[in-house]
């Protein structure tokens, strides 16, 4: 009995817990194409939030209440970590009705991967998940449509917008 009443004042002696809850929220997800059967979604996942974190269910709570995004089976998403260090493609595997359930697949390191695209002030050129395309880095919009090659994606950046001199 003795033994139960230490434990128990251990348990209470420590410091709780505390789980925050980090949700992705609606207009941080944006789609990137529509097909005829699926979608891909560019997400930001918030400050603090891995890729592990998103493919709760629970995190999807509050874009799953938004009635904007259309979220379906099978679509492919794009999560990107806040500081756009990492890139994770997933698949929707499930559409719940509070969540979405998703697998999480290739993830790239962007630090290792960035240093080496072609930058010409404020457009740069950057990978995505169908090969790679021109982006206006400052508001964060694609200018192209993707191509498969980073050299094509070079030639379009300079043909489109020369370097000044």
Not at 38 to 52: A, N, Q
Not at 60 to 66: E, H, I, L, N
Request: proline share 6%; net charge positive; charged share 30%.
């Amino acid at each position: 009995m003795a033994t139960n009443a230490t434990a128990t004042a251990e348990k209470t002696d420590a410091a709780p817990v505390v789980k925050l809850q980090t949700w992705i929220f609606p207009q941080d997800v944006k789609i990137d194409s529509e097909g005829q059967y699926t979608k891909r979604w560019r997400v930001i996942l918030p400050e603090g939030m891995d890729v592990s974190q998103a493919s709760e269910p629970a995190s999807w709570k509050k874009v799953r209440g938004s009635q904007m995004h259309k979220i379906a089976v099978a679509d492919r998403m794009d999560l990107w970590t806040a500081d756009r260090s990492q890139l994770v493609e997933a698949i929707v595997v499930e559409v719940l009705p509070k969540g979405l359930l998703i697998k999480p697949g290739r993830a790239i390191d962007m630090r290792q991967e960035s240093h080496r695209y072609l930058r010409i002030e404020p457009y740069e050129v950057r990978p995505v998940a169908d090969g790679f395309a021109v982006f206006n880095f400052k508001t964060d919009q694609r200018v192209t449509n993707p191509v498969t090659a980073e050299k094509v994606a070079e030639r379009e950046l300079e043909r489109l917008f020369p370097r000044r001199e």
